[in-house]
């Protein structure tokens, strides 16, 4: 089944070359040259990834971002051409998966793409749902309840939550968490980790107690008896 992207990128050059990686690699690619013109196409569309640039025209990555998760989870991987970890960070924040810095090879970046799209399909469980705390969790849609309401998580996010519960009362080091989310070869910031974690307990409101840190371990799921 071909894998459709929405490539978001304003220089002409380097938005070609990124499209044409990704043609050689079995994608279908919508593009667009500015982040207003990269809106209105993901609102006419439906893809499973975007590439985002942050610095654009008209409309900037950052507000891209803002809306398209008002309306979707689909993975988005952000273009950033500062190696500054705050322009990640920020990201994350908004909602972004993952990050490529500039300059970087266009084969790093559908590399990317494609660990972050096999893990979101390709994952398995013994178990499709896992529910703890009135949290649940059903892995075949990838929906997420709290108190029987639906809440929308990034794909990120819901990695991350359904690892903690899936070891629930054991604590999962930011490491572990980091090389389960992105593979042994993640070269960002520790701080990465933090930051979702921040946006997944906001979404889970007044069940957010059930994610304790560890003070220099990292996280574990807790149930009170």
């Known amino acids: 089944m071909e894998r459709k992207v929405l490539v978001i990128e304003d220089k002409a050059i380097l938005r070609e070359m990124i499209v044409d990686y990704f043609h050689s690699n079995d994608y279908q690619v919508i593009e667009a040259a500015d982040g207003l013109q990269g809106i209105t196409l993901f609102d006419q569309s439906t893809v499973d990834l975007v590439i ?6 008209k409309l900037d990555g950052w507000e891209v971002c803002r809306h398209i998760r008002q309306h979707s989870s689909v993975p988005i991987i952000m273009l950033t051409a500062r190696s500054d970890e705050e322009d990640a960070l920020h990201g994350y924040e908004l909602g972004a998966d993952d990050y490529v810095t500039k300059p970087f090879s266009p084969s790093v970046l559908v590399a990317k793409a494609n660990t972050l799209l096999r893990r979101i399909q390709g994952t398995k469980h013994t178990k499709d749902r896992i529910e703890l705390a009135d949290i649940g969790i059903n892995r075949s849609t ?23 519960m899936e070891n629930q009362g054991h604590v999962m080091t930011r490491e572990s968490l980091v090389i389960h989310i992105w593979g042994y ?5 520790d701080r990465t980790i933090s930051t979702h974690i921040r946006n997944l307990r906001s979404k889970l409101g007044i069940k957010a107690n059930h994610i304790v840190t560890v003070f220099g371990s990292g996280y574990k799921f807790e149930v009170q008896p």
Not at 146 to 154: A, G, H, P, S, W
Not at 185 to 189: I, K, Q, T, V
């Open 185 to 189: 070869d993640y070269e960002g910031d």
């Open 52 to 57: 985002l640039d942050i610095m654009m025209p």
């Open 142 to 164: 990838r929906i997420v309840t709290v108190d029987d309401q639906e809440i929308n998580l990034t794909h990120t996010e819901f990695e991350i939550l359904d690892y903690l």
